[in-house]
């Protein structure tokens, strides 16, 4: 119902930025939040930030706050996650998502292709 394509992956040294956008198109009316979510090799997939489309609010998980900014363009169409001072830890592929405002996997039901974000030490 939801088409998310993401871009802005790669590879960035530690302390470095990258920021990653996520497009969506379909049925954005039926989208309360969007979120970013990434899974690291061996590890179950987890929430990093998600944003209210309506109003802004954000939550990050603690591992990225103060580091991670989530943010959506004056469209409303696209959602970015801007991640500064990277680590290596940071190094997961990186899900887009819509759906409910929540930090939950199964509460989003539209996921983007995944972005590969690697850290080197």
Same mark, same amino acid.
């Given at each position: @119902?939801?088409?998310?394509?993401?871009s802005g992956?790669?590879? #960035? @040294?530690?302390? *470095?930025?990258?920021?990653?956008?996520?497009?969506?198109?379909?049925?954005?009316?039926?989208?309360?939040?969007?979120?970013?979510?990434?899974?690291?090799? *061996?590890?179950?997939?987890?929430? #990093?930030?998600?944003?209210?489309?309506?109003?802004?609010?954000?939550?990050?998980?603690?591992?990225?706050?103060?580091?991670? &900014?989530?943010?959506?363009?004056?469209?409303?169409? &696209?959602?970015?996650?801007?991640?500064?001072?990277l680590k290596?830890?940071? &190094?997961? #592929?990186?899900?887009?998502?819509?759906?409910?405002?929540?930090?939950?996997?199964?509460?989003?039901?539209?996921? *983007? @292709?995944?972005? @590969? #974000? &690697?850290?080197?030490?």
């Amino acid at each position: @119902q939801v088409q998310l394509v993401e871009s802005g992956g790669g590879l #960035v @040294q530690a302390g *470095g930025s990258l920021r990653l956008s996520c497009a969506a198109s379909g049925r954005t009316f039926s989208t309360y939040a969007m979120g970013w979510f990434r899974q690291a090799p *061996g590890k179950e997939r987890e929430f #990093v930030a998600i944003i209210n489309w309506i109003t802004s609010m954000t939550y990050y998980a603690d591992s990225v706050k103060g580091r991670f &900014t989530i943010s959506r363009d004056n469209a409303e169409n &696209t959602v970015y996650l801007q991640m500064n001072s990277l680590k290596p830890e940071d &190094t997961a #592929v990186y899900y887009c998502a819509a759906g409910r405002y929540s930090p939950r996997v199964s509460d989003f039901g539209s996921w *983007g @292709q995944g972005s @590969q #974000v &690697t850290v080197s030490s």
